[in-house]
């Protein structure tokens, strides 16, 4: 599965995930962040879980996540939750569970995603494909033209493989 030591010297319990902050400090927080490159298909994915120290409510996570597919299709979804344990590190709908410390993290997302590809090739200055009247009759180019009505999931288990899917 992985090459060699991977922990730095660090013990297992240093994969744990934080649920509360250390007495007396009250600035503590803690971040996890996974990036996953598939070299097969292209597709990257971002995650980010953050905690909400700074307001009070250590619990709560922030996620970003982020995939972004090799034809320059982006999605992504920002939120808030706390269902985290001392293995896995969880938003509402968004979690990574550590398997095996410092080699293994599983990750699940059940929630509805945003296209943001046509915003994202804007702001670039990038060319906009946008689709005539009869592609968008036909079904063809509808994500572009539709982004914010798909609901989008992705799995990686030694490879990666994502699907939408329109509402």
């Known amino acids: 599965m992985h090459n060699g030591d991977l922990s730095s010297g660090l013990s297992p319990e240093h994969e ?7 007495d007396g400090q009250r600035t503590f927080g803690e971040n996890q962040a996974f990036w996953v490159h598939d070299e097969a298909t292209g597709i990257h994915i971002n995650g ?7 307001i009070g409510v250590f619990a709560q996570r922030v996620a970003k996540l982020s ?3 090799p034809d320059g299709r982006t999605y992504i979804v920002r ?11 969880a938003s509402s709908n968004l979690s990574y569970e550590c398997i095996e410390p410092f080699a293994r993290w599983r990750c699940a997302f ?10 994202r090739r ?4 990038q060319p906009l ?9 036909d079904g ?3 994500p572009q033209a539709r982004g914010e009505d798909h609901r989008s999931r992705s799995r990686t288990r030694g490879g990666s493989r994502a699907s939408a899917c329109r509402r």
């Open 16 to 22: 744990r995930v934080a649920l509360e902050q250390p």
């Open 48 to 54: 980010h879980l953050n905690t909400c120290e700074d």
């Open 67 to 69: 995939i972004i597919f």
């Open 79 to 89: 939120e808030t939750g706390a269902r985290s344990d001392a293995r896995t590190v």
């Open 110 to 119: 059940n929630g509805v995603m945003q296209d943001i590809t046509i915003q």
């Open 122 to 125: 804007y702001l670039s200055g």
């Open 129 to 137: 494909d946008i689709p005539d009247a009869r592609q968008l009759r």
């Open 140 to 142: 063809r180019n509808a």
